[in-house]
């Protein structure tokens, strides 16, 4: 199994055992975000999130040997993908973030 980067920046993972390693960018996956109003409820404004087109993300690997590492939109615009990883839960420490890698 390959993990490719492409949320168009350096990201260090955390690994088991307390491992980590810097993957550099293989791409920029990006869509474009729409909000518009959808309701108001009492003094709160509700709005309807729509995602366009996904540039720069491989199709899925037939094989299911790849996953892509992209930014949380992306993952969110491109379901029901199995094949995308979402960096969260950040952790800084000696000048750099630490993620954990979550399949959404």
Known sequence: MQIFNYTGKYITVSGEHGIRETL???GHAKT???????????FVTIF???????????????????????NQDVAEAA???????????PQSGNNVTFYNLVNI
Do not use: A
């Open 24 to 26: 550099p960018p293989d």
């Open 79 to 89: 379901q029901p993908r199995f094949d995308l990883l979402v960096p969260e839960n």
């Open 32 to 42: 474009t975000i729409k909000y518009s109003k959808k309701t108001v409820v009492g």
């Open 48 to 70: 309807k999130k729509e995602y366009g087109r996904i540039e720069n993300l491989p199709s899925p690997d037939p094989r299911r040997e790849k996953l892509y590492i992209v």
